[in-house]
């Protein structure tokens, strides 16, 4: 069966915008009905434009009822290309901002893969080894007022703040060990997904719109 929600995930600079773009436009080429939202977008039917609750029960409760909400109203005819929202998000909330363990990191991402497993979703992981590297090549772009707020996000609170992490290779730190994570938590879920670096993207779009 083909997915109805393909979503992509991997740590800042791997790429995760353009492949759900490429995906999209080959989606659209194929005549296939196609709804793409990037993360914190305001029209966005499972996510939140911005993340201010103010503490995790109250996060984790509109998180699972937005995930709820939008699997009731999707259309059975459109296929759903996200990104960020599914890995991501909740482990920049979860482990970063509110330091919680990986053991809970994993019970809440489950909640949402138990959410949305009727779309037969795909998870689509774009992973490099060296966080340093994925985030050296996007400072250009997004430049030093980026990087500033995310190493102030990553040390300053929760995991970061717990120990005792700080600056560019505090903030890194931060990212390899939510990649560790995240990859393991992807293996314990009951849910389709593909580890692939970005030369293997073209691949697996491919595969995602090929003709039964």
């Given amino acids: 069966m083909k ?24 989606l659209e080429k194929r005549k296939i ?12 039917p499972a996510d939140y434009k911005d993340y201010d609750f103010p503490d995790f029960e109250t996060e984790r ?18 296929v759903y290309v996200f990104n960020c929202i599914f890995l991501q998000n909740p482990m920049c909330e979860a482990m970063m901002r509110f330091g919680m363990s990986e053991e809970k990191c994993l019970e809440y ?36 007022g980026w990087l500033g707020a995310v190493i102030d996000y990553h040390t300053s609170q ?31 879920l009951e849910i389709s997904s593909v580890v692939t670096d970005r030369n293997g993207i073209s691949d697996i779009i491919k595969k995602l719109t090929e003709e039964d």
């Fill in 3 to 26: 997915p109805r929600l393909i979503i992509f995930e991997g740590l800042p600079g791997t790429g995760k915008s353009t492949a759900a773009a490429m995906l999209s436009a080959e």
């Fill in 33 to 44: 009905k196609v709804f793409t939202a990037d993360e914190g977008c305001e029209e966005h």
């Fill in 61 to 78: 409760r509109m998180i699972l009822d937005k995930w709820r909400e939008f699997v009731r109203i999707a259309d059975r005819e459109t």
């Fill in 109 to 144: 991402i489950s909640e949402i893969a138990d959410i949305i497993k009727c779309l037969d979703p795909v998870i689509i992981y774009i992973d490099n080894e060296n966080a340093k590297s994925t985030v050296d090549a996007v400072l250009g772009e997004r430049g030093n």
């Fill in 158 to 188: 929760g995991y970061g703040k717990d120990r005792g992490l700080s600056g560019y290779e505090g903030y890194i730190s931060c990212l390899e060990e939510r990649r560790r994570r995240e990859l393991k938590i992807l293996d314990a």
